[in-house]
């Protein structure tokens, strides 16, 4: 019987991954052989790499084989079976690494010897430890990959990393294909890295340490936003109060001065109608005084009495009275209306956009742009369509002839029109990942010359970006991000004052909500742009009608 259980001469017939002889052999194309849980096991710690591997010889599939029971393997382990063998569980995990001189049972490998590229349990690790011979010999940490500390090349030790190159080289390699180079020991640029690591730690620590202060500052800002909303309703209520006594003071003087002009005309008009009223008198008197005269008998006194009635003057023409029916107070009612049309106008257009949270669109409409996007500019992954309204991300390269506006790694295109002044637009975006933003027009294009995030929209200081993903929405700037919390909508609205330094991004749905505001001074002018990505994402700029 051999060490630990394991008979002599059936090392052939074990797993290879726990060392045992099989209860269910199966083998994979390789021809080598295994338990089948210890297998299944080992390859569904892969699945999501979707690389599968022999634990033995280090041959990949794809896809992950199907497993075939080794029927003459099972049939040579019944029969040590038979002869009085049991198997004894594994004594390490699949993780672990086995000692390369234990026969029989492995035991779990303490260290692994970069000169001699063997594996030691401690039992076989003494030597290292008490001869001399092993003085010089460099132990780590147990690996199964001892190979990837040897070059390739030469077969030895990389104790040295070279700097120019960024990589570990053995002393071969220093003499050949790295002379000349910034070659250190791998021990120091190990130390030099660490010592960056920490740094890069400390800086990570006080990034994160800022945000913390951010989120306590913005959690503060929420809990003085209510007191604040009160105040201001408070306020305003006071002023909206005011306002309505100072106009219902204005309609009872209105009101009133109307009143005592209308008793000055009706003066006017008593005074002016004394004059004809006396003289209907007098002209009734003599009209009687005709008519007695006409029924006079005796013609000598009718002769007589005729010439003295005669001379009497009888006005015939008017005594030019002017009149304004229905016209005395047009003056005062141009004067109201006219008041009122500039109080519904500042009212509509002071205090109807600036509520933080719901807007009303149709106030947004009358801002309305039509943007097109500009072929000279869309990347060659980007296909545009709809009379340059919509864009798709695709696989194929398009044939678009060289244009040196055109970006040439980012999956963006920008609209032609160039935006001052007060603008609105909207977005319609479908797929997996897609940006809406502006950007100066000096946005770097090409990736050649510059850092990628040079060329993106909303990683650098000439742009600005709305991101719209499954997770949620996402605001960049300078590659500083602000998360939106809020039920995603497939169209976004963008309105832009480019004078007052405003852009607010919103949610277009029954209601129009606000996901976004950015407050700052543009320096020059904008222009719309759109990034996709992941095909078959789309992004369209919608127009009024729709």
Same mark, same amino acid.
Request: net charge positive; hydrophobic share 30%.
């Given at each position: ?87 004894s569980p594994c004594s390490f995990g699949l993780e ?77 390699c220093h003499m050949e294909d790295h002379k000349g180079?910034?070659?250190?020991p791998a021990a120091a640029a190990r130390t030099e ?66 009143? !005592?002009? #209308? ?5 006017? $008009?008593?005074?002016? *109608?004394?004059? /004809?009223? &006396? ?105 545009? !369509?709809? #009379? ?5 991300? $695709?696989?194929?390269? *398009?044939?678009? /002839?060289? &244009? ?143």
């Amino acid at each position: 019987m051999g060490q630990d259980g394991v008979q002599p001469g059936t090392e052939s017939l074990s797993c290879l991954i726990c060392l045992n002889l099989p209860q269910v052999p199966v083998t994979i194309p390789c021809g080598h052989s295994y338990c089948i849980s210890c297998i299944n096991t080992h390859w569904d710690k892969v699945r999501k790499k979707k690389k599968y591997r022999c634990p033995h010889c280090d041959k990949s599939f794809t896809p992950r084989p199907v497993l075939l029971k080794d029927t003459a393997l099972a049939v040579s382990v019944e029969e040590q079976k038979k002869t009085g063998f049991k198997a004894s569980p594994c004594s390490f995990g699949l993780e672990d690494v086995a000692c390369d001189v234990c026969t029989g049972r492995k035991q779990k490998a303490s260290k692994s010897c970069l000169q001699c590229l063997v594996s030691y349990c401690e039992k076989h690790l003494r030597p290292h430890s008490h001869s001399s011979a092993f003085k010089r010999h460099t132990l780590v940490e147990p690996s199964k990959n001892l190979h990837d500390y040897v070059c390739s090349q030469h077969s030895k030790v990389m104790k040295l990393f070279c700097r120019t190159d960024q990589r570990c080289i053995c002393y071969c390699c220093h003499m050949e294909d790295h002379k000349g180079h910034d070659v250190v020991p791998a021990a120091a640029a190990r130390t030099e890295k660490q010592n960056e690591l920490v740094i890069s730690r400390q800086c990570l620590q006080q990034t994160t340490h800022a945000r913390v202060r951010d989120v306590i500052h913005l959690q503060w800002e929420v809990e003085a936003i209510r007191p604040s909303v009160v105040k201001a309703v408070e306020h305003s209520e006071k002023m909206f109060a005011g306002l309505i006594h100072l106009v219902e003071n204005t309609s009872s003087d209105v009101m009133q001065q109307v009143r !005592s002009q #209308q008793e000055t005309e009706v003066g006017r $008009v008593k005074q002016l *109608q004394d004059k /004809p009223e &006396h003289e209907i008198t007098e002209l009734k008197r003599r009209d009687a005084e005709l008519q007695t005269l006409s029924h006079t008998k005796g013609h000598d006194r009718f002769c007589l009495n005729h010439p003295s009635l005669s001379r009497l003057s009888v006005p015939t023409d008017s005594l030019g009275i002017q009149t304004r029916p229905l016209r005395y107070f047009e003056d005062v009612e141009t004067a109201v209306s006219e008041e009122r049309d500039k109080l519904e106008d500042i009212l509509r257009e002071k205090l109807t956009l600036s509520p933080p949270g719901t807007t009303i669109r149709a106030v947004l409409l009358q801002y309305w742009c039509d943007i097109t996007l500009d072929p000279n500019t869309a990347s060659d992954t980007l296909l545009l !369509s709809e #009379q340059n309204r919509r864009a798709t991300a $695709v696989c194929d390269q *398009q044939p678009y /002839p060289f &244009h040196p506006e055109r970006f040439t790694y980012w999956n963006q295109v920008l609209g032609k029109e160039t935006l001052t002044g007060r603008h609105y637009w909207e977005v319609e975006v479908k797929g997996t990942f897609a940006q809406v933003g502006v950007t100066y027009k000096d946005i770097k294009r090409d990736n050649s010359r510059f850092c990628r995030n040079q060329i993106r929209l909303g990683y650098n200081v000439n742009s600005w970006s709305f991101d719209i993903s499954q997770s949620g929405y996402t605001f960049k700037h300078d590659q500083a991000e602000s998360k939106v919390t809020d039920p995603l909508t497939p169209r976004i609205g963008v309105y832009l004052d480019h004078s007052a330094g405003v852009l607010s991004f919103f949610r277009v749905a029954k209601t129009m909500t606000l996901l976004h505001r950015v407050q700052t001074t543009f320096t020059q002018p904008l222009y719309a742009g759109l990034g996709m990505y992941f095909p078959p994402t789309t992004a369209k700029f919608c127009e009024l009608a729709c």
